[in-house]
């Protein structure tokens, strides 16, 4: 699809990796008209998923099975395979969580990565909880524009892998948003540079020992460069730093499937073909999230020349809904069923098994679906928006309270809810806290978090208070159907992640007033869920924001 000459490098390799071949007798670059063929496999935004979903959807054991049988067709053919991630395995999945993603780095380990990218959510642990990892993992954590306060790098800034003589070297890349999405419990001493400028800085040294350049990145894909509110992401970074062939990414969570120039596929189904972004003649790809696909780029390079033979996503199980002969629904594979690796079942076997008669506990009961979809929480107020807010409200005894949308994780569909639901709707673990606020220390807060942009974690839900929005601007605002008076005092229910100053809101755990419940908040919601069950979801589809 795309080549690319490409002035080489005769550095000698400095390094090369036992997971993609036995390593080579040293060579200065590769050899003359040899065609090498390199098949490149991608994930991102894995979350947790280490076991397959309830209908039998992607999972690690199939994940393995599907490499493992690429991996002997490539080999057989003479090409070589090199296996990646754009980052973001932490949080997302109750047993995953409350093991620390042990399960999820064990198993990668077991489908044999080569090197991953660092994600924000990485940081939703202290940081010696992301260096335990790191033991864990066979593969590096690759981040080029991650310093400690002394200025010193936290990861590897770049892997450089030896494929008989050809010399591939993979660069990390992390959004600087992290400083913004992280929690800032716990990485205040950490600094996240601009990635752009940071992979200009490595991207002449990294060419003189790498013939083929790889930016392993979590900064995600923003059509034509549009990236809104969030940090910069692919796009812009392939039209400022030139020189990277390829980009596997994450944290946008799509598929990067195009039809055109800056045109992406809207409506792409599992199975469909898929073409990589190209941008400054650099391929740009990302594979959805939680290994719902495996990304496969055939590549070919010959004499300075790398070129993109072959590309697709390839579903790992994913199925959709048909009727079958009696009229019902029914899920169907939309590809060939993947068989999941009977090894790496039976290894992460107990840790599926570990605290499920906890998380299978119901703990209440709701009459409608709860919404917290990213595509509907982050756009708008919702039912379990208000549901959350009004629990920590509740619980601390507080006359308002703000929820961002981005700790809003999950739906929760009508029927029982189970404690593992809960955790999928908050599986952060931050602390419910207060803060007693003057109304005018109020309004002022009101006024920044109520213009918080859709379309981003900011975007705030709402308990107990009513606001009027008009042009992206505050108006009015009352708390509980009361204009608020600038010298009386109010309680604010929060938690202790935007109240540090996480997804940009205003830093107010220093205030005189805040006091932090110790009450975590998936804690919070499921009682909130016993007391009040059977729960009726009409009773928090509430205008407390009316947007013009």
Same mark, same amino acid.
């Given at each position: 699809?795309?080549?690319?000459?490409?002035?080489?490098?005769?550095?000698?390799?400095?390094?090369?990796?036992?997971?993609?071949?036995?390593?080579?007798?040293?060579? +200065?670059?590769?050899?003359?008209?040899?065609?090498?063929?390199?098949?490149?496999?991608?994930?991102?935004?894995? !979350?947790?998923?280490?076991?397959?979903?309830?209908?039998?959807?992607?999972?690690?054991?199939?994940?393995?099975?599907?490499?493992?049988?690429?991996?002997?067709?490539?080999?057989?053919?003479?090409?070589?395979? *090199?296996?990646?991630?754009?980052?973001?395995?932490?949080?997302?999945?109750?047993?995953?969580?409350?093991?620390? &993603?042990?399960?999820?780095?064990?198993?990668?380990?077991?489908?044999?990565?080569?090197?991953?990218?660092?994600?924000? !959510?990485?940081?939703?642990?202290?940081?010696?909880?992301?260096?335990?990892?790191?033991?864990?993992?066979?593969?590096?954590?690759?981040?080029?524009?991650?310093?400690?306060?002394?200025?010193?790098?936290?990861?590897?800034?770049?892997?450089?892998?030896?494929?008989?003589?050809?010399?591939?070297?993979?660069?990390? @890349?992390?959004?600087?948003?992290?400083?913004?999405?992280?929690?800032?419990?716990?990485?205040?001493?950490?600094?996240?540079?601009?990635?752009?400028?940071?992979?200009?800085?490595?991207?002449?040294?990294?060419?003189?020992?790498?013939?083929?350049?790889?930016?392993?990145?979590?900064?995600?894909?923003?059509?034509?460069?549009?990236?809104?509110?969030?940090?910069?992401?692919?796009?812009?970074?392939?039209?400022?730093?030139?020189?990277?062939?390829?980009?596997?990414?994450? !944290?946008?969570?799509?598929?990067?499937?195009?039809?055109?120039?800056?045109?992406?596929?809207?409506?792409?189904?599992?199975?469909?073909?898929?073409?990589?972004?190209?941008?400054?003649?650099?391929?740009?790809?990302?594979?959805?999230?939680?290994?719902?696909?495996?990304?496969? &780029?055939?590549?070919?390079?010959?004499?300075?020349?790398?070129?993109?033979?072959?590309?697709?996503?390839?579903?790992?199980?994913?199925?959709?809904?048909?009727?079958?002969?009696?009229?019902?629904?029914?899920?169907?594979?939309? +590809?060939?069923?993947?068989?999941?690796?009977?090894?790496?079942?039976?290894?992460?076997?107990?840790?599926?098994?570990?605290?499920?008669?906890? *998380?299978?506990?119901?703990?209440?009961?709701?009459?409608?679906? *709860?919404?917290?979809?990213?595509?509907?929480?982050?756009?708008?107020?919702?039912? @379990?928006?208000? @549901?959350?807010?009004? &629990?920590?409200?509740?619980?601390?005894?507080?006359?308002?309270?703000?929820?961002?949308?981005?700790?809003?994780?999950?739906?929760?569909?009508?029927?029982?809810? +189970?404690?593992?639901?809960?955790?999928?709707?908050?599986?952060?673990?931050?602390?419910?806290?207060?803060?007693?606020?003057?109304?005018?220390?109020?309004?002022?807060?009101?006024?920044?978090?109520?213009?918080?942009?859709?379309?981003?974690?900011?975007?705030?839900?709402?308990?107990?208070?009513?606001?009027?929005?008009?042009?992206?601007?505050?108006?009015?605002?009352?708390?509980?159907?009361?204009?608020?008076?600038?010298?009386?005092?109010?309680?604010?229910?929060?938690?202790?992640?935007?109240?540090?100053?996480?997804?940009?809101?205003?830093?107010?755990?220093?205030?005189?007033?805040?006091?932090?419940?110790?009450?975590?908040?998936?804690?919070?919601?499921?009682?909130?869920?016993?007391?009040?069950?059977?729960?009726?979801?009409?009773?928090?589809?509430?205008?407390?924001?009316?947007?013009?």
């Amino acid at each position: 699809m795309v080549a690319k000459q490409r002035k080489l490098g005769l550095a000698i390799l400095a390094a090369c990796s036992l997971t993609v071949v036995a390593c080579a007798p040293m060579q +200065t670059g590769p050899q003359k008209d040899k065609t090498y063929h390199i098949t490149l496999l991608h994930t991102n935004d894995h !979350h947790g998923r280490f076991w397959p979903n309830k209908y039998g959807e992607y999972g690690l054991a199939a994940r393995k099975s599907l490499v493992d049988e690429i991996r002997q067709e490539v080999t057989a053919e003479g090409g070589h395979v *090199l296996l990646l991630s754009g980052g973001d395995i932490n949080t997302g999945v109750p047993e995953s969580d409350l093991q620390d &993603a042990e399960p999820d780095f064990k198993g990668m380990n077991m489908v044999g990565y080569d090197a991953m990218a660092i994600g924000n !959510h990485e940081f939703d642990n202290p940081i010696d909880i992301l260096r335990m990892q790191e033991q864990w993992a066979n593969f590096p954590f690759l981040a080029a524009n991650i310093y400690d306060s002394n200025g010193k790098r936290l990861f590897e800034p770049y892997k450089i892998f030896n494929v008989d003589g050809l010399r591939i070297g993979v660069m990390g @890349l992390t959004t600087e948003d992290t400083k913004k999405l992280g929690n800032p419990e716990f990485i205040d001493a950490v600094q996240f540079t601009k990635p752009s400028d940071e992979a200009a800085k490595v991207l002449p040294e990294l060419k003189k020992k790498a013939d083929v350049v790889i930016a392993a990145t979590h900064m995600g894909h923003y059509v034509d460069a549009n990236y809104g509110i969030n940090a910069p992401g692919d796009v812009t970074l392939a039209r400022t730093v030139s020189g990277i062939d390829v980009i596997v990414g994450g !944290h946008s969570q799509d598929p990067v499937c195009m039809t055109g120039e800056n045109q992406r596929n809207e409506s792409y189904k599992p199975g469909d073909p898929c073409m990589p972004d190209v941008q400054n003649g650099t391929l740009i790809m990302q594979a959805h999230e939680w290994g719902k696909y495996v990304g496969r &780029a055939d590549l070919e390079y010959r004499n300075g020349e790398l070129k993109l033979v072959k590309y697709q996503l390839i579903p790992v199980n994913l199925k959709k809904k048909v009727k079958n002969a009696q009229g019902e629904d029914e899920r169907v594979f939309v +590809t060939e069923e993947i068989k999941p690796d009977q090894k790496v079942l039976a290894f992460l076997q107990p840790y599926q098994d570990k605290g499920q008669e906890q *998380l299978n506990q119901v703990v209440g009961d709701v009459d409608k679906r *709860l919404e917290g979809d990213r595509k509907v929480v982050r756009f708008k107020p919702t039912n @379990l928006g208000h @549901l959350i807010a009004a &629990a920590q409200m509740e619980k601390v005894k507080a006359d308002l309270a703000v929820m961002n949308s981005g700790g809003v994780r999950d739906s929760i569909d009508a029927g029982p809810i +189970t404690y593992k639901e809960v955790l999928m709707v908050q599986p952060f673990a931050n602390m419910v806290s207060s803060v007693d606020l003057s109304g005018k220390e109020l309004l002022d807060y009101l006024r920044i978090v109520a213009e918080k942009p859709v379309d981003s974690g900011a975007f705030a839900q709402f308990a107990g208070v009513q606001l009027q929005v008009v042009g992206g601007k505050l108006k009015s605002a009352k708390v509980n159907g009361k204009p608020i008076n600038p010298k009386q005092t109010y309680r604010m229910a929060i938690n202790s992640y935007i109240a540090s100053g996480g997804d940009g809101y205003p830093k107010i755990d220093t205030h005189p007033g805040y006091v932090n419940s110790g009450f975590v908040d998936a804690e919070v919601l499921m009682s909130y869920l016993k007391k009040h069950s059977p729960v009726k979801a009409a009773d928090h589809e509430k205008a407390e924001v009316i947007r013009k």
